[in-house]
């Protein structure tokens, strides 16, 4: 099929609420490390990498391999059956979890195939764990889009129905550019993350199961946090009884360099933490791992009829050997330090961009009318992603305005690549400026 028989198809028999980017709807056909190939015979440099998810670039060699080599002995198995590939993904995950000074921690996984699902099941445990149901998310957090995952959602384009869970509160984001207080950091005194304590004492009954936060909020817009914030306010919640649930989604498996996880840049230790997206790759995954204790609290009866697939579990295996032999971590964070410095130069030379933010290969732009009343621009952000997509760039938005656009390569970019993008990045933004 080409383009337009595919996008006549995809009218007639998908549902419409499914997104899509642009005007016209880019299809792929296929891609190999940086780049995407579109039925319209173009080429695109993918500095979006499929929601951050294509965190060792499109079909690595190294990951199809092992991927195809599991097919052919063992392609299903939900978790009613132990297998090799499962067992050696949970101990190797358990590895790679952040420590604890003078503690020696035991971790374990459960194993689902979405990140809505690990988070599900991080919040599940936890109320479990805990005997006690309230929770806290955040505003403009984003979780996945299942029933409790949207009644944790912290931004109304994403809430589709009406709130129908009980016992969700939602606590003020770490949202320094925009914040609820009027305040700016760090004069602040972390009102943001001290207000939860007065949350919990008027909302709740002074008990809590759990706070589920990313430790850069993604969806929301790459809001990023003082470093001091989740130190501040991690110990409010175990003060009432609550579990902390890091959710890495996006963060997780060296997106934000130098780290395996998000959350190790704020120097606290999370007692679950929930990951998707990079660590496969691309192939469907979820991983909910909780400290050994927490996790042996989960009585009863569950399976994921998914979860441990055995293809997935391979995927994610290679992925995670490639990030450690090609030493991304550190790549994400030499050239994420560059990616950053020259989206301060866009920023210098084009007055729209109100913000840049972000860790690692995870910036931002966010976009205004006027830097000083940070009106949102939506119009000029539409415009900006149509014009990245004629120059041959692919780059995301998101934010509760959907003016902020949204940098994301796979972490095997190099400066030259990021020098490439921000050059047709420069380009777009003079032309949807112009037409202002």
């Known amino acids: 099929m080409d383009g337009a028989e595919v996008?006549?198809?995809?009218?007639?028999?998908?549902?419409?609420?499914?997104?899509?980017?642009?005007?016209?709807?880019?299809?792929?056909?296929r891609a190999e490390g940086l780049h995407v190939h579109g039925a319209d015979g173009r080429r695109y440099l993918d500095f979006f990498g499929g929601i951050l998810t294509v965190s060792v670039g499109h079909c690595h060699p190294r990951v199809l391999e092992k991927t195809m080599e599991q097919m052919k002995k063992l392609q299903h198995l939900s978790t009613l059956y132990p297998s090799e590939p499962m067992v050696q993904l949970a101990e190797k995950i358990a590895g790679l979890a952040p420590r604890e000074a003078g503690k020696t921690l035991r971790w374990k996984s459960f194993f689902t195939s979405s990140g809505t699902e690990a988070n599900e099941t991080a919040v599940l445990t936890a109320k479990?764990?805990?005997?006690?149901?309230?929770?806290?998310?955040?505003?403009?957090?984003?979780?996945?889009?299942?029933?409790?995952?949207?009644?944790?959602?912290?931004?109304?384009?994403w809430r589709?129905?009406?709130?129908?869970?009980?016992?969700?509160?939602?606590?003020?984001?770490?949202?320094?550019?925009?914040?609820?207080?009027?305040?700016?950091?760090?004069?602040?005194g972390l009102r943001c993350a001290k207000d939860v304590e007065t949350l919990i004492q008027t909302e709740t009954n002074g008990r809590i199961a759990c706070l589920i936060a990313e430790p850069i909020m993604g969806v929301g817009g790459?809001?990023?946090?003082?470093?001091?914030?989740?130190?501040?306010?991690?110990?409010?919640?175990?003060?009432?009884?609550g579990l902390f649930i890091a959710d890495e989604v996006q963060t997780g498996w060296g997106r934000t360099g130098g780290r395996w996880n998000g959350i190790e840049h704020w120097g606290v230790a999370p007692d679950m933490l929930t990951y998707a997206k990079g660590l496969a790759n691309g192939a469907p995954i979820g991983a909910t791992l909780a400290r050994a204790e927490i996790a042996d609290a989960f009585k009863g009866l569950t399976i994921?009829?998914?979860g441990g697939n055995p293809v997935s579990m391979a995927a994610a295996l290679a992925t995670i050997e490639v990030i450690e032999e090609q030493k991304l971590l550190s790549n994400v964070e030499a050239v994420g330090a560059h990616l950053r410095g020259r989206l301060e130069e866009l920023a210098d030379k084009h007055r729209v961009i109100g913000d840049v933010r972000g860790m690692g290969l995870m910036q931002?732009?966010?976009?205004?009318?006027?830097?000083?009343?940070?009106?949102?621009?939506m119009a000029?952000?539409?415009?900006?992603?149509?014009?990245?997509?004629?120059?041959?760039?692919?780059?995301?938005?998101?934010?509760?305005?959907?003016?902020?656009?949204?940098?994301?390569?796979?972490m095997t970019a190099t400066k030259n690549d990021v020098d490439a993008a921000v050059g047709?990045?420069?380009q777009a933004m003079a032309a949807a400026t112009a037409a202002a």
């Open 7 to 29: 996008l006549r198809k995809q009218r007639e028999f998908v549902f419409p609420a499914v997104t899509n980017y642009y005007q016209e709807p880019l299809v792929p056909v």
């Open 128 to 157: 479990v764990a805990t005997g006690t149901t309230d929770m806290i998310a955040l505003r403009h957090s984003y979780g996945g889009r299942a029933t409790l995952a949207i009644n944790m959602m912290g931004q109304a384009a």
């Open 160 to 188: 589709v129905i009406p709130s129908q869970l009980p016992g969700i509160k939602h606590a003020h984001a770490p949202y320094c550019y925009r914040c609820d207080f009027g305040l700016s950091y760090p004069d602040c």
């Open 222 to 241: 790459f809001i990023t946090p003082p470093k001091e914030y989740f130190q501040e306010l991690v110990p409010i919640v175990r003060k009432y009884g």
């Open 304 to 306: 994921a009829t998914f």
């Open 364 to 377: 931002a732009l966010e976009l205004v009318r006027d830097r000083k009343t940070k009106e949102p621009d």
């Open 380 to 410: 000029v952000t539409a415009r900006f992603l149509e014009a990245t997509r004629r120059a041959g760039l692919l780059v995301g938005k998101g934010g509760l305005y959907g003016n902020t656009v949204r940098v994301a390569p796979p």
């Open 424 to 426: 047709m990045m420069d």
